[in-house]
């Protein structure tokens, strides 16, 4: 299906069509057929959904949720500036596009709607920063594109702060 931006980005239901979503990470398509369901039934994840208007094929899709992380595992610049309890995060735990519409910016599209999901939550809810772990290094390439910087422990592990996110006004 040919991509029109902007996409309709919802959560997900039962009414989406997910049989031929190929991101081209098996991993990522069956999440999104087998388990995403569940996941937000049980709230243990929003999955958001995008879809072209008049279509209810899936054609890209990201996922929300809570998380926290020490300060100990930040760079120092940003460490020292934060308690020594946990720091609450929101946590983009993933996020795909059907290989029909990659190159035409819906994963951008679908970031900042993440975006202006977490700074709107972040009104009601402490989060500190948005994190995301790269799945590989076209992903971390991606999101250090758009401002997200690594954890001092774990290269494949980004962050951006709200605080960039605000500025950002996405």
């Given at each position: 299906m040919p991509l029109t931006l902007p996409p309709i980005v919802e959560p997900l239901t039962r009414t989406h069509e997910r049989a031929d979503f190929d991101?081209?990470?098996?991993?990522?398509?069956?999440?999104?057929?087998?388990?995403?369901?569940?996941?937000?039934?049980?709230?243990?994840?929003?999955?958001?959904?995008?879809?072209?208007?008049?279509?209810?094929?899936?054609l890209g899709y990201y996922t929300l949720s809570a998380t926290s992380f020490s300060r100990k595992s930040l760079p120092e610049k940003e460490a020292k500036r934060l308690p020594h309890y946990p720091i609450?995060?929101?946590?983009?735990?993933?996020?795909a596009v059907d290989r029909s519409c990659q190159g035409h910016q819906l994963g951008k599209f679908l970031l900042f709607d993440a975006f202006h999901r977490v700074l709107h939550a972040a009104e009601t809810l402490a989060v500190y920063a948005l994190v995301v772990d790269a799945k590989n290094n076209d992903a971390l390439t991606f999101y250090q594109h758009y401002g997200f910087l690594g954890f001092a422990d774990t290269p494949s592990r980004l962050f951006i702060p709200m605080e960039t996110l605000r500025m950002m006004d996405p």
């Amino acid at each position: 299906m040919p991509l029109t931006l902007p996409p309709i980005v919802e959560p997900l239901t039962r009414t989406h069509e997910r049989a031929d979503f190929d991101c081209g990470l098996p991993e990522l398509n069956d999440y999104l057929r087998s388990q995403a369901t569940q996941d937000a039934r049980r709230s243990v994840s929003r999955v958001y959904v995008a879809r072209a208007s008049g279509s209810s094929a899936v054609l890209g899709y990201y996922t929300l949720s809570a998380t926290s992380f020490s300060r100990k595992s930040l760079p120092e610049k940003e460490a020292k500036r934060l308690p020594h309890y946990p720091i609450p995060a929101a946590l983009l735990g993933r996020l795909a596009v059907d290989r029909s519409c990659q190159g035409h910016q819906l994963g951008k599209f679908l970031l900042f709607d993440a975006f202006h999901r977490v700074l709107h939550a972040a009104e009601t809810l402490a989060v500190y920063a948005l994190v995301v772990d790269a799945k590989n290094n076209d992903a971390l390439t991606f999101y250090q594109h758009y401002g997200f910087l690594g954890f001092a422990d774990t290269p494949s592990r980004l962050f951006i702060p709200m605080e960039t996110l605000r500025m950002m006004d996405p």
